[in-house]
């Protein structure tokens, strides 16, 4: 992990930042859930494709990514994560704690 990485994930967290504020702001003005639409799924669809290329750049798996993006919020929701069974719980709360665990996970599958 270095700062890089830290910097990687903290731009994409802007971006859905401010996809959140967009998609809370159009559904008031439109009375309902837009993201069903074509719009919204072009939207979502680049969104995706900005977790997948940061994951690449990163090294990591766009689905833990995801993970951490979307179910963890960026950390806020403090969700636990395991490598294994014999090794204990982690609790994710921010950048770089997602990011030692992700790193030694991986160092951990290689052995």
């Known amino acids: 992990m270095n700062e890089q990485h830290v910097e990687k994930i903290k731009a994409l967290q802007v971006i859905t930042d401010r996809f959140k504020d967009v998609s809370d702001k159009l ?7 837009i993201w069903e639409c074509e719009f919204g799924e072009c939207v979502t669809e680049a969104i995706d494709l900005a977790l997948e290329l940061t994951a690449e ?3 990591i798996t766009p689905e833990s990514l995801s993970w951490f993006v979307w ?3 960026f950390g806020k929701n403090k969700l636990f994560a395991c490598i294994d069974d014999q090794h204990d719980k982690t609790v994710i709360d921010g950048i770089e704690t997602f990011l030692q665990f992700e790193f030694e996970a991986m160092k951990q ?3």
């Open 71 to 73: 179910e963890n919020d």
């Open 57 to 59: 750049t990163i090294g």
């Open 27 to 33: 559904e008031q003005f439109f009375g309902g859930n």
């Open 109 to 111: 599958q290689e052995s």
